[in-house]
């Protein structure tokens, strides 16, 4: 795993940016989204994306194994998103998760743990839907991050507000930082946005992920995402205390990099992700397709 580490350059800031907090004009943050939209390809060849087809592939770190996962991500605005993914060293067949409006994409479906004696009853019909719920808000969230990279924008499908924070400084250049929000509930999404204050360019995304649950919690187990690393946890601020003997949890952070042409629009083809100090995954893109027909089933719930 250390090669992994070490072949994968540091992209944008690095994690211990200095911010020095000044006090920005009140439209800040729409004139920072502004600009990275432009150097993206534009506000008008934006607008006028209506479909995107990516494919690529993953490496992921899974204990002491480096796993390689190939995907095609299905993009529909303003509210269908679906990834399905293969790993060709297992013999399983291909996993997808995604939505359709507020409609869970999953195949293969979840299905709760059997009660055995002495252990746990089966979660009730509740609890599943609340593990449900819990589910799709996790892949709206994987959602809204990645359009954060693509497009420097946000969707009806989980719409986000921006507010300026700061510049922040560090070795390999500036940024100005915004705090992106999600609607407001549990597990709401808070995090901050680091663009590039010479390209313009989204450089990079943090959050905080939360604690785990205390042990004897009667609470549905949240779902997992498409990996044993959670992909889109609650953020910065609604995560519940640490215990006490406990560190707090890692900082998540999505680096954006080797931005290249594609169907006019200047689009990220790496993607690295790390927990901390830690990379836990890098996405590699072949290529994007824009407004492509896509077939209608692929945002079907499969039976």
Do not use: C
């Not at 969707?155 to 390999?172: G, N």
């Not at 995090?191 to 450089?203: C, G, K, S, V």
């Not at 779902?223 to 006490?244: C, E, F, I, L, T």
């Not at 998540?252 to 080797?258: M, Q, T, W």
Request: aromatic share 6%; proline share 12%; charged share 20%.
């Amino acid at each position: 795993m250390r090669t992994f580490g070490q072949s994968i350059a540091v992209i944008g800031l690095a994690a211990s940016v200095l911010v020095r907090a000044q006090p920005p004009p009140g439209d800040a943050a729409a004139r920072v989204i502004a600009a990275a939209r432009q150097a993206l390809g534009g506000e008008q060849k934006l607008a006028a994306v209506k479909t995107m087809v990516a494919t690529g592939r993953t490496r992921q770190v899974r204990g002491d194994n480096l796993v390689p996962i190939e995907f095609e991500i299905a993009i529909e605005l303003p509210d269908k998103y679906v990834r399905k993914d293969e790993i060709p060293a297992q013999e399983s067949g291909p996993t997808t998760t995604g939505f359709s409006g507020d409609t869970l994409l999953q195949f293969p479906a979840a299905s709760p743990p059997p009660g055995r004696a002495g252990g746990p009853p089966p979660p009730t019909a509740d609890q599943q839907a609340a593990a449900a719920r819990q589910r799709l808000n996790t892949v709206k969230q994987d959602f809204a991050r990645l359009l954060l990279g693509l497009f420097a924008g946000t969707s009806p499908a989980y719409p986000l507000t921006f507010t300026y924070v700061a510049k922040a400084e560090a070795p390999q250049g500036k940024a100005d930082v915004l705090e992106a929000k999600g609607p407001p509930g549990q597990g709401a999404f808070a995090a901050r946005l680091f663009i590039n204050d010479a390209t313009h360019l989204p450089i990079m995304l943090t959050w905080i992920a939360p604690a785990p649950s205390p042990r004897g919690s009667r609470a549905a187990p949240e779902p997992q995402s498409r990996d044993s690393v959670p992909a889109a946890p609650p953020a910065r601020g609604d995560a519940p205390a640490a215990p006490a003997d406990q560190p707090p949890p890692p900082e998540s952070r999505l680096y954006f990099a080797d931005y290249r042409e594609a169907g006019g629009l200047q689009l990220p083809f790496r993607i690295r992700r790390a927990l901390g100090a830690d990379t836990v995954e890098e996405t590699t893109f072949d290529g994007f397709k824009i407004n492509a027909k896509i077939d209608a089933k692929k945002f079907e719930v499969r039976k």
